[in-house]
């Protein structure tokens, strides 16, 4: 199973960014999936999930702001949209195939004031 994730870069505040994120290897046709971040010195956080039947569920201080959503083809393929970001939202952003083992390589967020 891989998990690729992509998109981040480097952003001023106020801007935005897409995160995507492809599943693929030995896995069902759509699976629950979640995007994380850790901050330097911080432990990693959730920051949004989707289930296999599109319920989403984000972290309180992130509504309305973050959105994660599914590619209506390729199913395992996963989007966090991230509008108005904030320097506190500087962070590897990693994706996950939620409640396994297998993590995406993460991608960089860093967000300038």
């Known amino acids: 199973v891989q998990l690729q994730a992509s998109g981040g870069g480097l952003v001023q505040a106020g801007g935005s960014l897409r995160l995507s994120c492809a599943a693929s290897?030995?896995?069902?046709?759509?699976?629950?999936m979640g995007w994380y971040r850790q901050a330097p010195g911080k432990q990693r956080e959730l920051v949004a999930g989707?289930?296999?039947?599109?319920?989403?569920?984000y972290a309180d201080s992130l509504k309305g702001r973050f959105t994660i959503s599914r590619d209506s083809a390729a199913k395992n393929t996963v989007y966090l949209q991230m509008n108005s970001l904030k320097p506190e939202d500087t962070a590897v952003y990693y994706c996950?195939?939620?409640?396994?083992?297998?993590w995406g390589q993460g991608t960089q967020v860093t967000v300038s004031s």
């Open positions: 996950n195939l939620s409640g396994t083992r297998f």
């Open positions: 290897g030995r896995i069902s046709s759509i699976n629950a």
């Open positions: 989707i289930t296999s039947g599109g319920s989403t569920s």
